[in-house]
């Protein structure tokens, strides 16, 4: 509810008022316009200069509908390009309600002149999604490690399950990718939750080869996960 | 193809509600962001009037002389600002003789008053009688109902309204003698803004909109925001921003129209100091009837 004034007051004012009094200020006054161009200056600068600059002023000025009309038109893109990072499920669902509830609440992170609405979504969703799977990854290396010094845990939410496997696939697909040896050192260390020391002496390599291909290896691991979101995009 | 028809995904059922449920309940719909500051109505009427304050002192002599509103020059037009001022003193005191008055008669003698005296009186005599009102109103039931010049309204609605005149009132002076038009300040634009949609209905019951319609008004730029404003059926005042769906923003019974705008912009068309056509308006629904709105904003600026 945006209204600040005593409705019952407007309201009698309202039945007071005649026709020849100024409420909001003095008399008209003319307006000169030259040569094609307002005098009074800032008038004529534009709300937005193009269809997503519009959305975007509407979108700070607090208008929901806008937020509607641009979900309407772009998540389904925003969906898919979640969906092929996360595959199917709540996590890619869950990217799409972050990247609008991020706009909704800071309109101004988009600039317009920078690129098209769509564009900055996309982007959003992206980063968002690699989040998400960079987050998960961590997250199963430390159930793995829990796993292996606690006899019994009780179970996750199913959701949760759900979601992590999602993420977990993406990841194992790009772990695949990786050269053997890279790839036996993070199975190593990120699956089986073994120390780096631990990890050299299961591969039968150097402590410092094991710590230098684990670092090789998620570099790659995350060029790859950001080359498969771009390609997505 | 288009980009988007490349993305023949289909959303899951629910996905839609749920994302715009979160969303709103992350940032309630109406408000702009980055946010702005709240101020008092009393802190509105007093920045505008140290606006125009300001405006006065940097004036040159010959400045005062130049013709701006009716018959008056600059000096005359502050001297009808002073009348105004000694009108909302006695308002402010409980006089009901001036709760009629009429806005440009009861001030007249003041504003001819002004001739021949030296620039620097009447703009020391304007500034003193608005530090006046200030004090008067720092005396008074913020809750009260003040009539003066024909309006009845809440004291922070007066203030809010004397703010917009002494607004307005700056950029005819700015006009006459040359000077690039001023905006005000965000929090006293939104106080504004707020005011000018709260009395779109009146307005439109003044052009004489019969129909009803549903209006959703967007103000962009620092200190506008959105409203959702009933016209045409009575004085209903603006209702919520944040209507569940965009179908659901009028009933079944009134059409829909969206107007969006630049706040400042919008201002002025309120003060009568700008037509339709010279604004940047996007209309969304029945033209004609946005144009009965638009008549209806103008409408509640009258001399």
């Not at chain 1, 772009?74 to 996590?91: D, F, K, N, S």
């Not at chain 2, 005191?93 to 620097?120: F, K």
């Not at chain 2, 950029?171 to 005011?195: E, F, K, V, W």
């Amino acid at each position: 509810m945006l209204t600040r004034l005593d409705p019952v007051c407007l309201a009698d004012w309202g039945a007071q008022r005649t026709a020849e009094h100024c409420l909001l200020a003095g008399a008209p006054v003319s307006v000169q316009v030259v040569e094609g161009t307002n005098a009074l200056g800032p008038v004529g600068v534009p709300v937005a200069k193009g269809a997503d600059a519009l959305l975007a002023a509407r979108l700070a000025a607090g208008d929901d509908h806008a937020l509607a009309e641009i979900f309407d038109r772009l998540a389904p893109a925003v969906y898919a390009a979640a969906l092929r990072v996360l595959g199917q499920g709540t996590a890619a669902q869950d990217v799409v309600q972050d990247v609008f509830v991020e706009l909704w609440r800071h309109p101004g992170r988009y600039d317009p002149s920078a690129g098209t609405l769509r564009t900055f979504l996309l982007m959003l969703a992206r980063h968002r999604a690699v989040d998400l799977v960079r987050s998960e990854l961590r997250r199963i290396a430390r159930q793995e490690r829990q796993h292996r010094l606690t006899p019994w845990q009780q179970s996750p939410p199913v959701d949760e399950e759900v979601a992590a496997a999602e993420a977990a696939s993406a990841v194992r697909a790009a772990v695949r990718l990786l050269p053997d040896g890279q790839r036996r050192v993070v199975e190593l260390a990120y699956f089986e939750g073994l120390t780096c020391r631990e990890v050299a002496q299961a591969a039968g390599i150097p402590e410092g080869t094991a710590k230098s291909r684990l670092r090789l290896a998620l570099a790659k691991l995350e060029a790859v996960l950001d080359r498969q979101l771009l390609e997505s995009s | 193809m288009t980009a988007d028809e490349r993305d023949p995904v289909v959303l899951p059922p629910g996905l839609r509600d749920r994302v715009l449920a979160a969303s709103r309940q992350a940032r309630a719909a109406g408000h702009y962001v980055p946010e702005v500051a709240e101020v008092s109505p009393a802190e509105a009427f007093g920045r505008s009037a140290d606006a125009l304050h300001g405006l006065l002192c940097a004036l040159r002599e010959e400045d005062w002389r130049e013709p701006v509103l009716r018959d008056l020059d600059v000096q005359g037009l502050v001297g009808h600002l002073i009348g105004v001022e000694y009108d909302m003193h006695r308002c402010l005191s409980g006089d009901r003789a001036v709760a009629d008055a009429d806005h440009v008669e009861s001030t007249q003698p003041v504003a001819v008053r002004q001739a021949g005296r030296l620039p620097a009186q009447t703009r020391a005599e304007w500034h003193h009688s608005t530090r006046r009102t200030l004090a008067l109103v720092s005396a008074c039931d913020p809750d009260a109902t003040f009539a003066v010049h024909g309006m009845r309204l809440p004291l922070g609605a007066l203030l809010v309204a004397r703010a917009f005149e002494l607004w307005t009132h700056d950029n005819d002076i700015r006009i006459a003698t040359g000077l690039p038009l001023s905006a005000p300040d965000a929090p006293t634009l939104r106080r504004m803004t707020d005011l000018a949609a709260a009395l779109l209905p009146y307005g439109a019951t003044r052009t004489g909109l019969r129909d009803p319609l549903s209006v959703r008004l967007v103000l962009t730029g620092p200190g506008g925001g959105t409203w959702d404003v009933a016209v045409g059926a009575g004085p209903a005042g603006p209702t919520s921003a944040g209507s569940p769906d965009p179908a659901a923003a009028g009933s079944p019974e009134s059409a829909c129209v969206r107007i969006v705008t630049d706040a400042v912009a919008f201002c002025r068309l309120v003060a009568n100091r700008l037509g339709p056509d010279q604004l940047d308006l996007h209309i969304t629904g029945d033209q004609d009837q946005a144009a009965g709105v638009l008549a209806a904003a103008c409408a509640l600026a009258l001399d």
